[in-house]
């Protein structure tokens, strides 16, 4: 199956390198360097991934990051920039991202990042850790054989954990994953759900997968 990608850069010269690259890879590929442009046809066409730059003229790449996150959250987000700081980055993963690549940026490099988004993509329908299982079609998951019965957000906040497992993901980029479009909700709202999950996930079990990095947020791992 051929992979389409989304380009939102308004350097014309990177644009079309990259456009390049990703053909000579196998992908289909969309550009444009106008945010509006980029809205209107992840609304039409709905890629498997963009690739944003954050400093667009119109509409901001955060803006869009977060739109995304919101509205087309099967939709894997890579930001490309030239924004390198550690708060830069920080905040761009915070926003939803699934990865952060700084300007100037190594093509092997960048390709192998975009072909591991798209790979758990394809993967994303089942996830196993241990003895978990979410099954992203049927809804079910199941600890040890035994179904467990989750509310659509636990389920969310789950498939998130499992997505990214051994990855510290802090409060404000799991809110912005899970409640993207609930501006006036606050972190603590993460610490609450967390509890719930854990209490359905890891209260009946001898291992422990769901623990909690003080001060930063949560990962799941074996």
Same mark, same amino acid.
């Given at each position: 199956?051929?992979?389409?990608?989304?380009?939102?850069?308004?350097?014309?010269?990177?644009?079309?390198?990259?456009?390049?690259?990703?053909?000579?890879?196998?992908?289909?590929?969309?550009?444009?360097?106008?945010?509006?442009?980029?809205?209107?046809?992840?609304?039409?066409?709905?890629?498997?991934?963009?690739?944003?730059?954050? *400093?667009?003229?119109?509409?901001?790449?955060?803006?869009?990051?977060?739109?995304?996150?919101?509205?087309?959250? *099967?939709?894997?987000?890579?930001?490309?920039?030239?924004?390198?700081?550690?708060?830069?980055?920080?905040?761009?993963?915070?926003?939803?991202?699934?990865?952060?690549?700084?300007?100037?940026?190594?093509?092997?490099?960048?390709?192998?990042?975009? *072909?591991?988004?798209?790979?758990?993509?394809?993967?994303?329908?089942?996830?196993?850790?241990?003895?978990?299982?979410?099954?992203?079609?049927?809804?079910?998951?199941?600890?040890?054989?035994?179904?467990?019965?989750?509310?659509?957000?636990?389920?969310?906040?789950?498939?998130?954990?499992?997505?990214?497992?051994?990855?510290?993901?802090?409060?404000?980029?799991?809110? *912005?994953?899970?409640?993207?479009?609930?501006?006036?909700?606050?972190?603590?709202?993460?610490?609450?759900?967390?509890?719930?999950?854990?209490?359905?996930?890891?209260?009946?079990?001898?291992?422990?997968?769901?623990?909690?990095?003080?001060?930063?947020?949560?990962?799941?791992?074996?």
């Amino acid at each position: 199956m051929i992979r389409n990608i989304l380009i939102v850069e308004d350097d014309v010269g990177i644009q079309k390198y990259l456009k390049e690259l990703f053909l000579d890879h196998g992908y289909s590929v969309k550009a444009t360097a106008d945010g509006v442009k980029a809205l209107e046809s992840i609304k039409k066409s709905q890629p498997d991934l963009v690739l944003l730059d954050l *400093n667009l003229p119109d509409v901001s790449g955060e803006s869009i990051c977060l739109e995304i996150r919101k509205n087309y959250p *099967n939709i894997r987000v890579i930001i490309l920039t030239a924004k390198d700081t550690s708060s830069d980055i920080i905040q761009g993963l915070n926003l939803g991202a699934d990865d952060y690549v700084t300007k100037p940026f190594i093509a092997d490099e960048l390709l192998a990042r975009i *072909n591991a988004r798209l790979r758990h993509t394809a993967n994303d329908s089942r996830l196993k850790i241990a003895d978990l299982e979410l099954d992203d079609k049927t809804l079910e998951v199941k600890r040890g054989g035994r179904l467990i019965k989750l509310t659509p957000q636990e389920f969310k906040l789950l498939h998130y954990l499992m997505y990214n497992k051994g990855r510290i993901l802090t409060r404000d980029m799991i809110l *912005n994953r899970i409640w993207p479009s609930s501006y006036d909700i606050e972190t603590r709202v993460v610490d609450v759900y967390m509890g719930y999950l854990r209490k359905k996930i890891d209260s009946t079990s001898k291992k422990k997968l769901i623990y909690s990095a003080r001060g930063f947020g949560y990962m799941l791992k074996e």
